[in-house]
């Protein structure tokens, strides 16, 4: 025997002893030991067996699901592709454009992935009970950003304002630099970068200068009360009239608007397109300057008159 042997049999040769209360003769032991060395052997060859089997019956299984993977992998591919290019023929804004086609991918291949564990038999409940108690804890964690989620899909397909706009938000006035899924970026005109979050822009009031192709200059000049209203009216015309960035339709308004506490004040309305706004504006308040001190129309400052009277005692 050899040394592996010599110690079964010992072992055997105790456990015999110890259950009968005497000494067992080396041919029983021998014996004893081959019976359980082959009782152990089976067991072994069974369970090897059973699992060689399984395998086999579990490959075909293991084989399609990778088949069904790798072809809706392909398939969910090609129908992205194709609607990244039907949503580039539509109005849709770039971003909303991109986080569809991503969300669309996304939810594509969880279909893909279901169908290949279902393949193999996996449980469809329980795979869908962990998909929606790990959505349900995602949503709680992220509630903010879903809220400017949601601020960001009403933003780009309502469409209040786009890039490049000049806008009135939350106290900021500037250029909309970029519209993302979370965020919305201002350029102000000092030149300061504001993200604003989207779920406040869906809430806030939004001016938006540049929706319309016009825009209105409204401006207002102060006469002294001895000068003459009607040639300060035509000076103003004459300035308005003197440059075609101006626009003729709807028509300028000057008026006298109020009788000011120290001068007459008259209403200036006058509208530009968008891109002449700022440079046409200037340019009134400048060249009305202008024509009213070669005129010698004054511009007064607040003043007031004491009159004093002699009172005999």
Known sequence: ????????????????SKLTGTEASSEEITETA?????EQVTRTATILERALDHLKNAVPSLLMAVLVLIIGVIISRLIAGLVRRTMKRSNIDGAARSFLVSLIRIILYMVVIIMALSVINVPMSSVITVFGAAGLAISLAL?????????GFIILFSKPFSAGDIIE?????????????????IQTFDGKTICIP??????????????SPTRRIDLRFDIGYGDDFKTARDLI???????RRFLTDPEPVVRMTSHGESSIVI???????????EAMRYYLLESVKEQFDVSGIEIPYKQV???IKDVIS
């Open 305 to 307: 008159d004491v009159h």
């Open 237 to 243: 015309l004459e300035v308005i009239h003197g440059n």
């Open 267 to 277: 209403d200036v309305k006058v509208f530009v397109i968008n891109e002449d706004y």
């Open 1 to 16: 025997m050899n040394e592996n042997t010599t110690d079964i049999v010992t072992t055997v040769t105790e456990a015999v």
């Open 143 to 151: 509630q903010n950003c879903l809220s400017n989620l949601c601020g």
């Open 169 to 185: 938000l939350d106290g900021s006035v500037g250029n909309v630099e970029e519209i993302s899924i979370l965020y919305t970026k």
């Open 34 to 38: 081959r019976v359980s060395i082959q």
């Open 198 to 211: 989207n779920g406040k822009v869906s809430d806030a009031k939004i001016v938006n200068y540049t929706a």
